[in-house]
């Protein structure tokens, strides 16, 4: 078996048969499509709505994306900063977890009020969400590199920017990776969100089909959702696989 | 200034799914709690009724037949329920309340879906939904303000008679967004227009200090009932009896806050403390009108037409909204009154 | 490069330590007092071993040595002058490799970090690889070497800038004794081609006894000197040695002190 089949396979048969009960299930037990919609009929509205659908997902895609590049680069310089000294990360770290515990539902009408409707709202609550996986990880990337290493650079009398970019980062890299995954799947939330209050994309469509009864498009709307919280997260892992590839855990544990 | 985004929001993504998870665990069948035997005994019969929204005006005749004791008369005891972005419609179909409060074309949407909840009282004969502008547009009509230089247009996403204005007019110059519950970027921005009831953000805006202008949404020709008790026609043949009972006690219950609804605004002022006495006894003038016409003269408070329902079935399936035609006769139903 | 060219390009430096103290301060807890009034030195090119158990304060006083850390009083002298900031490489206890680094650019970091040109990076890396075996593995990553490869690595890393005083911390202890003892002779076969000094921090006394010219050794903590031992055993040492009576001689020598050393601590 390919090491493809190995990974793909299970899920692969784990869906088929989820779906498969969900769907005898649902029928046996005669439920209104308005409550619970069988997964064929998920699937039907999902053709049939896919002009809808799919620049929907173009839209909240592209709110992701920008969102989350916004969380690496903001959640990136912060950990590097905070890392910079106990006193700097005592003064600020409280404050980083803000982003943790922020209802972002409560604050996404004001999202609104300060970025106006549309994407920038949407992006706003992406990244809002986002943020602090990407520097919690890092920062604690950036706290746990190797001591001997760290006297290693400073016997050979690194810069600060050396130290930085050949040894704290590269060594915060899996940590960074770590956030990253999270902060993916959050960023999808939080571009929804921002969507119900901002507009566009699939945020919207799911209103819609709310307000409109349509239970079996709420779902496929959820679904293209998910998939697009599983794509980043595979881009993520792809991303790992090909950098840490040659790097072992067990280089690092020692 | 009106109010929780969060529970709207949250219950948006989530309602459906809980209540799907509900309905596996086996609350779909429903008829177990209709099938109590009606009137057996002095106990009072219990009825959960759903509502859409915080306590306003709107629900003025539920809560004067309950301060007035007027279902309790009757044997029942109401229990009320739901609140804003509750999925009424849902809730209803999955047996979880006996009666909720919906719009009229939910009733026709839903039953398109498959569903089989009915309306058995309308509220408001004519809509109270309306669009509210700034009135320096100095807009006469929605035709002269879609007309108009445009602006942005705050709107719950999916409402049919948005669809209606688009089909009706040039919305081209608007800038459609989702309405998120408060009348803060409307007062912020001139050239804003929302959505509102008018028992309740056109008041709001005016103590805030704007100049609001509203046309009515039934202007345009899109004028389903509105704050419309819906049951299940299941419930209807199991227990007519007792929501007949509800429906005389909420006629009368309506009767009475038409007349003076200065008790039940207090019960629901405390209820609700964003919005002030004033603004209860504003909003409560205010659709006085739609609530009591020359056919409710006629035929009694709450009371509905065919003729209407098969409008608002031809509108919403010219809309592109309903997979199939559906049958207007269908949509409402008279429940046994008791003599 | 010779070893004749190598021993002009870098001879060794002298170290001298005297009255050096060390004591590390922690809210809440006793002072530890690490090291305490040691003296020692080491002769231009003179390789040392630095002897005691477990935990004795060694690995402190040869990060003093280092400038890794400060001694509390007494003084601490490499060479005359700037020779701590240029001639000097450290040898930690395990290989402690970047791990995304092949083994040629973990060897050149150092040079990189004194700003080298890629070329002159480039030669000393590959040099120094060849130097401790590992010609074959210079594209390798660290994970895809054994432990000794990677110890190796890590002793071409601090070959690499041709050290004039190396200072090693057990770096030997984790690895099999064949692997051990064949980079013991490695180390000793460096060290008599290129004339740097040494300074071999170990808890074997077979190992000190086999490397250095001289061994110091040390009580448990606070570390002082309680025997400073010249090891008469031929400059050309191989495996059979280990066998001889002669050095077993030696190793007894050593074990003694090391016993009263662990003795009088405990006293």
Redesign the interface.
């Known amino acids: 078996m390919s090491r493809f089949t190995e990974a793909v396979l299970p899920p692969a048969a784990t869906f088929v048969a989820t779906t498969l009960v969900a769907e005898l ?1 649902i029928r046996a ?1 005669g ?6 919609p069988a997964p064929s009929a998920v699937a039907r509205a999902a053709v049939r709505h896919a002009p809808t659908l799919w620049p929907a997902l173009a839209t909240t895609a592209q709110a992701v994306a920008i969102g989350l590049a916004l969380s690496t680069v903001v959640g990136l310089v912060a950990a590097i900063a905070l890392a910079s000294s106990r006193w700097v990360e005592r003064a600020f770290y409280p404050y980083a977890i803000f982003f943790q515990i922020v ?1 972002i ?2 604050i ?2 004001l999202l ?2 300060w970025f106006g ?2 994407i920038r709202a949407v992006i706003a609550a992406a990244f809002i969400v986002s943020v602090f996986p990407v520097i919690a990880n890092t920062l604690a990337g950036l706290r746990s590199v ?1 001591p ?2 760290r ?8 810069s600060g920017w ?1 130290r930085l970019t ?2 704290s980062l ?1 060594w915060a ?1 899996p940590n960074v990776l770590t956030g990253l995954r999270v902060a993916a799947g959050l960023a999808v939330i939080g571009a ?2 921002g ?5 566009g994309g699939l945020g ?1 469509v ?10 079996d498009l ?2 496929a709307a ?1 679904l293209h959702a998910a998939a697009l919280g599983l794509a980043l997260f595979a881009a993520v892992n792809a991303v790992s696989r090909l ?1 840490l590839r ?3 855990t ?3 544990d ?1 | 200034m009106t109010n929780p ?2 529970t709207a ?2 219950s ?2 989530g309602s ?2 809980a ?2 998870l509900a ?2 665990a086996g609350g ?1 069948g429903g008829e177990t709690q209709d099938a109590a035997p009606a009137g057996a005994a002095a106990a009072p019969a219990g009825l959960r009724l759903a509502l859409n929204w915080k306590p306003e005006p709107e629900f003025g005749g539920i809560f004067e037949a309950e301060r007035a004791g007027l279902f309790a008369k009757r044997g029942l005891a109401v229990e009320r329920t739901g609140g804003p972005g509750a ?1 009424v ?2 809730m209803v ?2 047996g979880q309340v006996e009666l909720g409060i919906a719009a009229a074309d ?1 009733v026709v ?2 039953r ?5 909840v009915v309306a058995v009282y309308a509220t408001y004969q004519r809509s109270p939904q309306g669009i509210m502008v700034h009135a320096a547009r100095g807009a006469g009509s929605l035709a002269e303000l879609f007309a108009s230089r445009g602006g ?1 247009l705050a709107v ?5 008679y948005v669809k209606w204005f688009e089909k009706r007019y040039d919305l081209s110059r608007w ?4 309405y ?3 009348v ?2 409307f007062l ?1 921005d001139p050239e804003m227009a929302q959505q509102v009831f008018v028992t309740a953000e056109p008041i709001a805006a005016r103590r805030q200090g704007a100049d609001p202008q509203v046309f009515l949404v039934a202007e345009s020709g899109f004028d389903p009932y509105t704050a419309v008790v819906i049951t299940r026609r299941e419930s209807l043949r199991a227990n007519g009896a007792r929501i007949g009972d509800f429906v005389l006690a909420l006629q009368e219950g309506w009767r009475a806050y038409l007349d003076d609804p200065a008790p039940a605004n207090a019960v629901m002022g405390a209820l609700n403390t964003e919005m002030d006495a004033e603004t209860f006894r504003l909003g409560a003038a205010a659709q006085a009108p739609l609530v009591e016409d020359d056919f409710t003269r006629r035929h009694g408070l709450g009371a509905m037409s065919l003729e209407r329902w098969a409008t608002l079935a031809k509108q919403l399936r010219e809309l592109g ?1 309903l997979d199939r035609d559906v049958d207007p006769q269908s949509c409402f139903a008279e429940p046994v009154l008791q003599d | 490069m010779t070893a004749a060219e190598a021993k002009r390009a870098a001879p060794g430096v002298a170290v001298r330590v005297q009255g050096a103290r060390r004591v590390f301060r922690a809210r809440g807890e006793p002072d530890v007092v690490a090291v305490d009034g040691v003296d020692l030195g080491a002769a231009p090119g003179e390789f040392v071993a630095i002897l005691g158990p477990s935990g004795c304060g060694k690995s402190t006083l040869l ?1 003093m040595i ?3 850390d400060r001694a509390d009083a007494g003084t601490i002298a490499v060479g005359e002058g700037d020779a701590r ?1 240029t001639a ?3 040898v ?1 206890q ?7 680094r092949t083994v040629e650019d973990n060897v050149a ?2 040079l ?3 700003g080298r040109d890629a070329a002159t990076r480039r030669d000393a890396a590959r040099r120094a690889i060849e130097q401790v075996g590992l010609g074959d593995a210079a594209r390798r ?4 070497l054994s432990g000794g490869m990677r110890m190796r690595a890590s002793l071409a890393r601090a070959l690499v ?1 041709e050290p004039r005083l190396l200072l090693l911390d057990e770096p030997f202890a984790a690895l099999d004794e064949i692997t051990r003892q064949d980079l013991d002779d490695q180390l000793r076969a460096l060290w008599r081609a290129t004339g740097m000094t040494v300074l071999f921090v170990t808890h074997s006394i077979a190992e000190a006894t086999f490397l250095a010219e001289r061994a110091i050794v040390l009580t448990r903590r606070p570390a002082r000197v309680v025997l400073e031992h010249a090891i008469d055993l031929p400059a050309e040492r191989d495996a059979a040695l280990r066998g001889d009576a002669r050095f077993a001689a030696e190793t007894r020598a050593l074990y003694a002190a090391l016993a009263r050393g662990n003795a009088s601590a405990a006293a």
Request: hydrophobic share 50%; with cysteine.
């Open positions: 299930a037990a439920v209104s499509p308005l409550l619970l209802p539902v409560a996404a009408p609104v009020i409707y549309g190797d001997a290493l006297d290693l650079f400073r016997l050979y009398g690194a050396a050949k040894l590269p890299l929804i969100v969507e119900f209050v901002g507009g919207v799911v209103l819609e089909a709310m307000r409109q009864q349509r239970t709420v779902f959820v950098t040659r790097w072992h067990q280089e690092k020692a | 985004l969060r929001l949250g948006a993504l459906a799914l209540l799907a309905c596996a779909c999925p419609v849902q179909q999955a939910e949407l839903a398109d879906r498959g569903s089989d942005t719950e996403p999916g409402l049919p800038k459609i967004v989702p998120s519950y408060s803060a970027p912020g909204l | 990060r280092a400038g890794l900031d000097l490489a450290y930690f395990d290989a402690h490799l970047l791990p995304w970091l150092p990189e970090l004194r990553h660290p994970a895809q800038t």
